[in-house]
């Protein structure tokens, strides 16, 4: 080819007519693409990761709990509850056992897959569980309006805790296990003394409060809202309005980084994350789903996320380093 401009410019129309444009063939960042687990027969609700990272356990509508492998996408266990509804997975901190709440409250060997506990207290469908940091309580939320809390071991409850605040969607434990977040039916996140079942804090936000997470440190509370905004509070502070409210879709689910990172689960398929400090900035945003994410989780060393998603299938995305928007 004898024309220089003539060269440059068929090499200009090959580039943009390139999947991904300029941006692909200067080696810029490619949207992540998930692992797509199957094998949910209804909405998927919850997700959670094995403190060693390499399982991840769904449930999900079809009233199955599965743990999966995490490198390969195969599922491990499978365990069918006749109730037909499982609402919230959670491993123990020594990734031994695996609690299950839904129409029914389990805990599991996670390496067998046998029940080991069955709890009873709640008079209407729990909606979510979570362990303490050291392995010997569960909390569980359920649309009764109660937090019951008990011991993990045993399965007995020891004490029950009633905010008068509707429904109960979400609970969490603060990381040394002091306090205990709820996120309530009427636009109410109150915080409990676990130690003598006191509330100490109610925030309020104009807000059905979907879930709840304490930040790494435990110096902040975030909650996801099926009306939209997403608050976190400073617990250092004593303040009851929101250190910072992030605007987005309706939210399903929050979840913290390791590094103090947030996702967002949201109506509509997608997935945000956000630097939860200063002013929140949104530094990417995932889609995959089809419809609604019901639930979020990162991985221990913060590089995957999964999600829950009422298209009947389990995600698995790898964070990128640095960040989008950094």
């Known amino acids: 080819m004898n024309n220089p401009l003539r060269a440059a410019l068929m090499l200009v129309a090959v580039v943009l007519q390139a999947p991904g444009g300029l941006g692909s063939v200067l080696g810029a960042r490619a949207e992540p693409v998930p692992l797509v687990l199957k094998g949910h027969t209804s909405d998927v609700k919850s997700v959670a990761f094995s403190p060693d990272g390499r399982r991840l356990a769904s449930g999900g509508l079809d009233g199955m709990v599965k743990v999966w492998d995490v490198a390969t996408g195969q599922p491990e266990l499978t365990m069918k509850l006749p109730s037909g509804l499982v609402m919230s997975v959670a491993f123990s901190p020594d990734g031994k056992r695996l609690a299950s709440v839904g129409g029914e409250m389990k805990v599991w060997d996670a390496t067998t897959g046998q029940a080991m506990l069955t709890l009873k207290g709640h008079t209407e469908a729990v909606m979510s569980v979570a362990f303490s940091p050291e392995g010997k309580r569960l909390a569980t939320g359920s649309g009764d309006g109660t937090v019951i809390l008990w011991n993990a071991v045993t399965g007995q409850a020891y004490r029950k805790l009633q905010g008068n605040h509707g429904k109960t969607y979400s609970v969490a434990f603060s990381p040394d296990g002091r306090s205990l977040a709820s996120g309530h039916e009427l636009a109410a996140v109150a915080v409990w003394d676990t130690g003598t079942g006191l509330k100490t804090r109610v925030l309020s936000e104009t807000a059905r ?14 909650s996801a809202s099926f009306d939209g905004p997403v608050p976190i509070w400073n617990l250092a502070t004593g303040l009851s309005k929101p250190a910072l409210t992030l605007r987005c879709d309706p939210a399903s689910g929050v979840a913290f980084a390791p590094d103090g990172k947030l996702a967002v689960a949201g109506y509509g398929g997608f997935l945000w994350v956000w630097d939860s400090s200063n002013n929140g900035t949104k530094t990417l945003q995932l889609k995959g789903h089809t419809i609604n994410v019901s639930g979020v989780a ?25 960040l989008w928007g950094k």
């Open 298 to 322: 990162f991985s221990p060393d913060g590089k995957l996320l999964a999600s829950a998603g009422a298209d009947k299938t389990v995600r698995i995305w790898n964070v990128p380093t640095p």
């Open 209 to 222: 409060n979907s879930c709840v997470a304490f930040s790494p440190d435990g110096k902040r509370l975030a």
